[in-house]
């Protein structure tokens, strides 16, 4: 598959569960990100990784926990999630020179119950 | 940090008319600014960017305007069509914040056939 694709499409958890988001991106680029989408919101950054390295955490709460193994896998660990995490939780990933297009995945519809 | 507003938040056109949505930014270093359009129930995917070293841009039916005295952007759709209706999102980034893109709140427009 081309592109940036993100597993699982839909998610339902509870508060007390732990689950992974996880993204990969098939376009040889160095950067990804982390957004959350929510209702009647802007796209709200999380995370940033370039070369692996994470660059930026824009005072994201510690329930949510990211990893980046390689410079194709994002993932975002969860845990003891709240209702108002959910949303929908998109990936992105750009070349890694500043000012470049971002190609954004399918996202994750995330239900917190 | 950055700070990107975006108006209006709905926009109605009539097939054929066009439509105008304006972005400021507070950040005088930014040098990159990406319209992205999200139809309903798919991810963002950029239409047109513009870099600060041009005022103006355009792609078939869709241009952009940079003002970068006065920190403002405009996104100009002509002939509105159908399948225009979406939310476009403004975006701006400046090499000072490296690859992050500070998103605007979206404007949902509807072109009515």
């Known amino acids: 598959e081309t592109g940036v694709t993100q597993t699982p499409r839909h998610l339902v958890m509870g508060m007390t569960n732990k689950k992974s988001l996880k993204c990969e991106q098939h376009l040889g680029h160095n950067a990804m990100y982390w957004y959350k989408q929510s209702a009647k919101k802007p796209l709200e950054l999380m995370f940033v990784y370039n070369f692996k390295e994470q660059t930026e955490n824009n005072s994201v709460p510690s329930r949510f926990s990211p990893e980046c193994p390689n410079s194709s896998h994002l993932f975002l660990h969860l845990h003891t999630l709240q209702p108002e995490d959910s949303a929908l939780y998109l990936c992105?990933?750009?070349?890694?020179?500043?000012?470049?297009?971002?190609?954004f995945g399918p996202g994750t519809r995330l239900t917190v119950t | 940090g950055e700070n990107v507003e975006q108006h209006p938040s709905t926009l109605s056109v009539q097939e054929g008319d066009s439509a105008v949505i304006k972005c400021t930014y507070s950040?005088?270093?930014?040098?990159?600014f990406p319209w992205y359009k999200q139809e309903l129930g798919k991810r963002p995917q950029l239409i047109i960017d513009?870099?600060?070293?041009?005022g103006e841009k355009k792609d078939q039916r869709i241009a952009v305007t940079l003002n970068k005295t006065a920190k403002h952007f405009s996104l100009h759709i002509t002939e509105t069509q159908p399948e225009d209706s979406a939310v476009y999102f403004c975006a701006a980034s400046g090499s000072e914040y490296g690859n992050k893109l500070v998103f605007g709140a979206g404007t949902i427009l509807r072109v009515k056939s």
């Open positions: 992105a990933s750009s070349q890694v020179d500043g000012e470049s297009e971002q190609y």
């Open positions: 950040d005088s270093a930014s040098n990159y």
């Open positions: 513009i870099r600060s070293n041009v």
